[in-house]
């Protein structure tokens, strides 16, 4: 008796390959689409999972609270990288929330990325340091992003907060 791979193995075996003649530098449009893919469709979890919150300003307030205790050191008070400066250094980089690439994510595919982090990418998990509340509240604010730069800069690398 023979057992048949998963879609998941065989398509981690594709990815892989593809993958694999990648060259040192920044990754060509047929390796980002590939990496996108593989993410959006296996490595990443909870794609079924409904956000409980509602998109009040309540809640969307509470969600930038706690996106600015750990979240805006990589992304910026904005989450679209404002005042970072390694942001576009690093490699991958920090990518700004507000790109169609993680507007794509379901809600439950976001809070599994804040809770379990991307490894690879330098994303940190924060499973321990926020309720599963204060996740699925953060992913409304992510769902809700000022304008870019309206914030101003985080003040830990010398911005100044617009006053009100």
């Known amino acids: 008796m023979t057992s048949r791979p998963s879609f998941a193995h065989v398509a981690a075996l594709l990815a892989l390959a593809a993958l694999a003649g990648c060259k040192a ?4 449009p047929a390796q980002t689409h590939t ?22 300003a309540s809640n969307i307030d509470d969600g930038k609270q ?15 990288n404002t005042g970072v400066p390694f ?14 690439e993680v507007q794509s994510y379901t809600d439950g595919q976001l ?14 998990p924060s499973e321990g340091v926020f309720a599963d509340d204060d996740m699925w509240k953060m992913v409304l604010y992510i769902r809700h992003l000022p304008r870019a730069g309206s914030l101003g800069e985080p003040a830990v690398y010398g911005g100044t907060v617009p006053s009100k």
């Not at 942001?87 to 169609?100: K, Q």
């Open 111 to 124: 809070k599994w990325i804040i809770q379990h982090g991307i490894g690879p990418s330098g994303m940190p």
């Open 87 to 100: 942001a576009a250094m690093i490699d991958p980089p920090v990518p700004s929330l507000a790109s169609s």
């Open 35 to 56: 990496v996108n893919w593989v993410k959006h469709h296996i490595t990443v979890g909870g794609k079924h999972d409904r956000n409980p919150f509602p998109a009040t």
């Open 66 to 80: 706690a996106f600015t205790q750990y979240c805006m050191v990589c992304h910026g008070l904005d989450g679209q």
């Open 25 to 28: 530098g920044k990754p060509g």
